[in-house]
């Protein structure tokens, strides 16, 4: 567990919210008697206030499971340790953690030859595979608020989902004079398909077929010395990563002429960060695993989804730190779950048949940590709030690696 700053008064010193990736750190929290959620200020931030509501503001009461009975850390491990041992093709999903998190999840997954998927991964996905394919133009928070002149919303207002967009842009609202909201015309792929064939000029603006506002956003996008286009992966349908192609293809034709950008918003949860350090440990992204031929990227064929629906994986370890959503689904595998004590009460519901449950602390709450924010670019360290006795991910995934090392060195002998 990372030492609490003993010298800071609580709520005082800065804070990371770690439960969006727009990282906000303009804003404190301030803590009440031990047994109350700690309070936001600064903001009236809807998504950071009701993840704060589940946390207690003391010491975690929660022991880990073993098949729905109580035990101490090192009798949880040991089981995790056994199920993993014994599996000849691991599952880990949700991979709600930080750096460190993920870089001790890597090294489990070598380990063990586990393929690894984060809770969203078909919105991950859809971003990446653009990238591999065609590549992009991408921007960072501080340059859109700086230098853009144009912020186009390409999937919808994003405030519902990131509360905090418009202030960390420098506008007030999707209603701004810098800020514009696409207008859809049949369906996304139909309207960006549109918007790409009217800013390349192979379609002229004054043609019937032309919508006259998505002509006066072209316009518009011409005439902007810095356009951003701001896109949820989220948010987009199956075969989004054409979409994000489309967006890219308009940002690139910009480009000959102006200045232009996306940004993505997106990796909740710790995706993009996770995603961030198997890249650089591995030179591959998520949807990979060390296997038999060695290390292997299946974007398609490692959807956690589609693994579990076909019966290609035999157990699931499940990750997520930062609240007990999202939940791991239910499946009829043996189950090892690191997760936010209040998981627990979820994990009771299902079969306790082959179900380790070991609850762990939360970056940014009861431990120190590092998140990579939506830009990808920026790498903000979480301050913890108060000790709330438990293990982070990084400690028990390197327990755990040991348990399985020795379990296999014993079983070699």
């Not at 460190?100 to 997954?109: D, E, F, S």
């Not at 102006?258 to 992204?285: E, Y």
């Amino acid at each position: 567990m990372t030492p609490v700053d003993a010298s800071a008064q609580p709520g005082q010193a800065p804070w990371t919210c770690p439960f969006c990736p727009l990282l906000c750190d303009s804003f404190g929290v301030e803590l009440g008697p031990p047994g109350t959620p700690p309070r936001l200020t600064g903001s009236e931030c809807p998504r950071a206030r009701s993840a704060l509501a589940a946390f207690g503001g003391a010491a975690a009461t929660e022991r880990p499971r073993v098949d729905g009975r109580d035990c101490d850390l090192d009798t949880a491990l040991a089981a995790a340790a056994s199920l993993l041992a014994a599996s000849r093709q691991p599952l880990f999903g949700g991979l709600g953690t930080d750096v460190a998190g993920a870089r001790a999840l890597y090294a489990l997954a070598c380990e063990t030859g586990a393929i690894c998927d984060p809770a969203r991964g078909p919105a991950l996905m859809h971003g990446l595979r653009a990238l591999q394919d065609r590549g992009g133009f991408s921007t960072t928070l501080a340059e859109v608020r700086t230098r853009a002149d144009l912020i186009v919303c390409m999937t919808g207002e994003p405030t519902p989902r990131y509360p905090e967009f418009f202030r960390r842009c420098g506008v007030g609202g999707p209603e701004g004079a810098r800020t514009e909201i696409l207008p859809l015309h049949g369906d996304l792929f139909d309207t960006v398909a549109l918007l790409a064939a009217l800013v390349a000029g192979r379609l002229a603006a004054d043609d019937a077929r032309v919508p006259a506002d998505l002509a006066a956003l072209s316009e518009r996008l011409h005439a902007a010395r810095y356009a951003v286009l701001v896109y949820e992966p989220g948010c987009l349908p199956a075969h989004g990563a054409l979409i994000v192609e489309g967006i890219q293809r308009i940002v690139a034709t910009l480009n000959r002429s102006t200045r232009a950008a996306s940004l993505s918003l997106g990796g909740d949860d710790g995706a993009a960060t996770v995603n961030q350090v198997f890249a650089w440990l591995s030179g591959l992204p998520l949807r990979s695993r060390a296997g038999p031929a060695g290390l292997e990227h299946e974007p398609l064929c490692f959807d956690a989804e589609r693994l579990l629906a076909v019966g290609a994986v035999d157990t699931l370890l499940w990750v997520s730190s930062f609240g007990p959503e999202p939940g791991p689904p239910p499946v009829d595998l043996p189950r090892i779950v690191l997760g936010h004590p209040q998981m627990r009460l979820q994990q009771e519901a299902m079969p306790p048949r082959e179900l380790v449950f070991i609850p762990v602390s939360t970056p940014g709450i009861g431990s120190g940590g590092h998140l990579f924010r939506t830009d990808g670019s920026v790498l903000l360290p979480l301050r913890p709030l108060y000790d709330d006795g438990l293990p982070s991910v990084s400690d028990v995934v390197r327990r755990l690696t040991q348990s399985v090392q020795a379990l296999r060195r014993g079983l070699a002998q």
